[in-house]
């Protein structure tokens, strides 16, 4: 198993590994310390060795309740956890949200592993410490930060993942292109697209790292999110939860919404003539150039807005949206209810 990198985020670091294979990654955790609770779902649960203590969680945005969180903390007490034991938890983006909070809250905080098997999840969902579950159909509206110890990444965890959610993970990294402080990624995603939308190892290896940096870039200047940089990587979130919320977090996936989203806030940074205009060309050939179809309008545009109202990522009761200016430059700025209802309809 190879080390990428190390992340900090205040007192905590979190250390990124890359493995070559399943088997190498559950070998390496076994000579973790302490006892280990695995939080699996119905699919990831047949990657895990046989004989290891288990939380087993229905699959979807769905488990993400209380309910889960207290099966995953009634399990470990009654196993006698304690602080210094590990909860690890196997998955995509939502099994490492709720396993992450669980972790966060057992004891005030116990040890956590994040073995992500999905694009989404090992660009976005696992590196910066958020853990989260949703209330309703609000999306992470209750969390904690909380960084994980330790992050393994596999390629091979994406080869039998469905073409759709792999694609879903695209968009995150699409994303992390837009905020980079140079093109390098951008340009690897110009100029290796069918090898990354055929899944080739050799360039998910690069991709993954270079998306991964963008990210420790942000979240190391503002690790619980207060100085407003972190913002930056609510690129595209601020009308792509809205329009997750619209759909009730089963309607759209992450990841169209995300570029969906961005799409968006490109557009309202032409009309303020905030955006380079070749910029924002050459970023919305690149989202077209992946095969995202999501230039759809939003019917119920009163429950859009009301949507909006419910964002966490609120200052002093203003919601701002990230408007990119150029290449790794953004600003943040509340925008006009005309100009989102231009844009979205």
Same mark, same amino acid.
């Given at each position: ?22 088997? #190498? ?10 006892? &280990? ?33 207290? &099966? ?88 039998? +993942? ?7 993970? +695209? ?21 290796? &697209?069918?090898?990354? +939308?055929?899944?080739? $190892? ?12 963008? $990210? ?37 996936? &992450? ?8 799409? $968006?806030?490109?557009? #309202? ?29 939003? #019917? ?7 949507? +909006? ?37």
């Amino acid at each position: 198993m190879q080390t990428l990198f190390s992340c900090t985020l205040g007192p905590k670091t979190t250390v990124v590994h890359f493995s070559e294979s399943i088997p #190498s990654i559950f070998e390496n955790v076994a000579s973790l310390t302490g006892q &280990h609770l695995y939080v699996c779902d119905s699919l990831t649960a047949a990657m895990l060795p046989s004989t290891v203590l288990r939380v087993e969680l229905t699959r979807g945005e769905s488990a993400k309740n209380w309910e889960s969180i207290e &099966h995953i903390v009634t399990v470990a007490e009654s196993n006698n956890f304690g602080r210094d034991d590990r909860i690890i938890a196997v998955g995509g983006g939502v099994i490492c949200d709720i396993g992450a909070f669980a972790a966060s809250i057992y004891m005030r905080g116990c040890n956590l592993t994040l073995i992500p098997t999905t694009l989404l999840a090992m660009v976005d969902a696992t590196l910066g410490g958020k853990t989260a579950i949703d209330l309703g159909n609000i999306k992470n509206l209750i969390g904690t930060f909380y960084p994980a110890q330790e992050i393994i990444l596999c390629p091979d965890t994406l080869e039998t +993942l469905p073409d759709n959610e792999y694609h879903n993970g +695209l968009g995150e990294v699409l994303k992390h292109a837009l905020l980079a402080q140079s093109d390098d990624l951008f340009l690897f995603l110009e100029t290796h &697209h069918r090898a990354i +939308l055929e899944r080739d $190892k050799d360039s998910l290896k690069p991709l993954l790292e270079a998306s991964l940096r963008v $990210k420790k870039y942000y979240i190391e200047q503002d690790a619980l999110e207060e100085q407003g940089v972190r913002d930056a990587l609510n690129l595209g979130h601020t009308f792509g939860h809205a329009l997750e919320s619209v759909g009730k977090l089963s309607q759209y996936a &992450h990841g169209e919404a995300v570029v969906w989203g961005i799409k $968006k806030a490109l557009q #309202s940074g032409l009309r303020l003539g905030l955006t380079n205009p070749a910029f924002a060309k050459r970023s919305m050939a690149l989202l077209d150039l992946y095969g995202f179809d999501v230039d759809f309008e939003v #019917s119920d545009t009163q429950q859009f807005l009301k949507a +909006l109202q419910s964002d966490k990522k609120k200052r002093n009761a203003t919601l701002r949206f990230v408007i990119m200016e150029d290449q790794g430059r953004y600003t943040l700025i509340p925008l006009e209810q005309s100009l989102i209802l231009s844009v979205i309809s």
